[in-house]
């Protein structure tokens, strides 16, 4: 398989002296799922911010889909976002004065596809996540859970390289955040790659391939899922 992303010996240190990364090396497969988990504070959040080139390693490199993330510029790494990358938070960051497809096409519209093209990638998108009633809706009126598959779809607007999650299910109830679930490992066995950051343990065991603990800025453990998912 294809490395997707290569981290080689990435530190991270903030002002202060704080060390939020220390030396970390990882890489990932096409068609992995990867969770990220460890205690707050443990660099979770900080290395997946590299990885999506907002920020910059004080140390190391980070390759994405043969971009080296960590040389580009404030204008580049923009570029980079919407062609490789995919990114779905806690807190879902869609925009509450745009309709769920206007919100859902906005990706592709910055990338220069026609509004016609974006239109049409994200009925599909909708459709297929099970939320295509909700195209003409704002925000506001969706449920935790369906707001979340509106922000997935987005994230997928561009066929990004890696889709980056970050707590997906950590604004949710219980019952939205078993559909989150759900959804992630769907994705993946149709194979989108996927790095995923969560203090849910339940929720890396049910999708994960293969989860990795930071604990203090370092790896301490690299472990795969059995055949069984």
Partial sequence: MSTVLAV???GMRYAGGVDALRGVSLDIAAGELLAIVGPSGSGK???????????RPTGGTVTVDGVRVDELGEAGSARYRRA??????????LLDDLTVADNV??????????????????????????????????????????????AVCRALMNRPALLLADE????????SGLDV????????????????????LGLAEACATR?????????????R?????
């Avoid at 959040?45 to 920020?55: I, Q, R």
């Avoid at 509004?115 to 935790?144: C, F, I, K, N, Q």
């Avoid at 930071?214 to 790896?219: A, K, P």
Wanted: glycine letters at 12%; zero cysteines.
């Fill in 45 to 55: 959040s900080t290395l997946l911010n590299l990885v999506a080139g907002l920020d």
């Fill in 168 to 175: 997906p299910t950590g604004a949710l109830d219980t019952a």
């Fill in 225 to 229: 899922a059995g055949a069984a998912r």
């Fill in 105 to 150: 096409m906005l990706p592709a519209q910055l990338a220069g596809m026609s509004r016609g093209a974006a239109r049409g990638r994200a009925a599909e998108l909708l459709a297929t996540l099970g939320v295509d009633r909700h195209a003409a809706a704002y925000p506001g009126r969706l449920s935790g859970g369906e707001r979340q598959r509106v």
């Fill in 211 to 223: 989860t990795i603990r930071l604990v203090d800025g370092r790896i301490v453990d690299d472990a």
């Fill in 8 to 10: 080689r010996d990435v």
């Fill in 84 to 93: 490789k990358i995919g990114m779905v938070f806690q807190f879902f960051n």
């Fill in 181 to 200: 679930r759900e959804l992630l490992g769907e994705l993946n066995r149709d194979g989108q790659t996927i790095v995923l950051v969560t203090h849910d």
